[in-house]
């Protein structure tokens, strides 16, 4: 069994950062992701990262957030910058171990206000 220890989530104003940490108890990874559920939303994909360090974005973070990782640590991290309220969410981490099994972190929540 993986555990995932999420932190960073908090209370911003409009235009401010935050950075998400995600530290898992094992490796090694296959696939480190990020992950948001506004109420009433579905979960919704935010960043990810593949093995081979590929990176995605949803369209609407594309140049606001970054995602990135400490392979030693086996954590991964979100940079948000430019925040807007409509990034409140609870942002969820997402790994997935070399043999396949798919983990989910507790959740962080983060709120902008405007």
């Known amino acids: 069994q993986v555990q995932l220890a999420e932190s960073g989530g908090g209370l911003v104003q409009t235009g401010g950062s935050l950075r998400l940490s995600c530290a898992a108890s094992?490796?090694?990874?296959?696939?480190m992701g990020w992950y948001r559920q506004a109420p009433g939303n579905q979960r919704e994909l935010v960043a990810d990262?593949?093995?081979?360090?590929?990176?995605r974005y949803a369209d609407s973070v594309k140049g606001r957030f970054t995602i990135s990782r400490d392979n030693a640590k086996n954590t991964v991290f979100l940079q948000m910058n430019s925040l807007k309220p409509e990034d409140t969410a609870v942002y969820y981490c997402n790994i997935v171990t070399t043999r396949g099994t798919n983990y989910w972190g507790q959740g962080t929540q983060v709120t902008v206000s405007s």
């Open positions: 990262l593949s093995i081979l360090g590929k990176t």
């Open positions: 094992a490796s090694p990874l296959n696939y």
